[in-house]
């Protein structure tokens, strides 16, 4: 049992008013700069009230930014990380718990270790390969002597060649893979009683069938919460799309909002335009949360619930 005395219960809520703030204060000090003109945001003293701007900097954000074309982008983004994970993870676990074969810990394990390997590590691999998704069987080929023999045989070189830079199949294919969703279906895999197999196999019900009908309906809650944390992750996305995409009418949101603030040089040793900049960044923020509050109750149920 928690101890409840008079000093913890105000130890408890002071620390819960503390990182309220330190989470809320950021977010009051961009709306106030969001509806405030660019004389008023750069002013010393800082004036810490809102203005009458707010309308005016968000449709200037929205224009400047080209927001329309980016956020059907950056939902494609998400909407295809998101399912792809979710599938994705759902069958690597089913097949590590499910199927009793030899490797199937030493395959959970480095699906494991790979959490370690953030994109960050991976991106000059990970961008060779988009730039020719086929590029290792072209290799196989070449190793293996097959596309000399064909070359020889028929005087046509064999040259494979994928390009998937500036595509939202280059956007998504390379996010797909997720260690985390992966953990969080084993883990709960792992608690489906032996005698609900027992059941569906007396019933005639194959793998897919034991999937689809058992599993899936009992994993609703995990998938939520997974969905959840992937769509906020997949909408961030920055460094990825900065570098596989060159034609605009691919970009997405979190690199668009990094253009909204030109460094100097480009305005010609001026002030950037925060107010604008601010007001993007409140504009940006709305999908992410609005996907959080309504999710809000099944995700902390696929987090913490033992209901099976």
């Known amino acids: 049992m928690i101890e409840r005395t008079p000093v ?19 977010i009051y000090l961009v709306f106030v700069a ?8 750069t002013a010393i003293p800082s004036r810490l009230l809102p203005s009458d701007q707010f309308f005016v900097n968000v449709k200037a954000a ?25 599938v994705l993870s759902a069958i690597t676990a089913f097949g590590i718990v499910f199927f009793d074969h030899r490797m199937r810990m030493p395959v ?44 020889k045989a028929t005087s046509i070189r064999v040259s494979m060649e994928w390009n998937l830079l500036n595509s939202y199949t ?29 059941a569906a196999k007396m019933d005639g019900a194959g793998p897919l069938r034991f999937l689809r009908e058992v599993l899936i309906p009992l994993s ?15 909408w961030n996305q920055y460094l990825w799309p900065l570098l596989i ?18 460094d100097s040089s480009s305005t010609g040793g001026g002030i950037p335009n925060w107010h604008i900049a601010m007001a993007g960044t409140l504009i940006v923020m709305v999908p992410p949360i609005i996907v959080v509050i309504f999710m809000q109750r099944w ?10």
Request: no cysteine; proline share 5%.
């Open 8 to 26: 913890l219960n105000i130890a408890t809520h002071a620390i819960l008013a503390a990182g309220l703030i330190a989470l809320a204060l950021p």
């Open 34 to 41: 969001s509806t405030q003109t660019l004389a008023e945001v």
């Open 62 to 86: 929205w224009i400047t930014a080209d927001f329309g074309t980016k956020f059907v982008n950056s939902m494609i983004l998400a909407v295809g990380v998101v399912t792809g994970k979710v």
């Open 108 to 151: 959970f394990w480095l699906v494991f270790i790979t959490l370690m390997l953030p994109l960050e590590v991976r991106i000059v691999p990970t961008y060779a390969v988009a730039a020719n998704a086929l590029s290792p069987f072209q290799a196989m080929l070449d190793w293996s002597g097959l596309t000399w023999l064909i070359e």
């Open 170 to 198: 280059g956007l998504i294919l390379p996010l797909v893979a997720t260690a985390t969703g992966t953990f969080l279906y084993r883990q709960f895999f792992l608690t489906v009683p032996d005698e609900l197999v027992e």
């Open 220 to 234: 609703v809650t995990n998938i939520a919460a997974l969905a959840t944390i992937m769509f906020v992750y997949s």
């Open 245 to 262: 995409t060159t034609d605009p009418n691919y970009g997405v949101v979190a690199v668009e909002l990094g253009r909204l603030v030109p």
């Open 299 to 308: 995700f902390v149920r696929g987090l913490i619930s033992a209901d099976k």
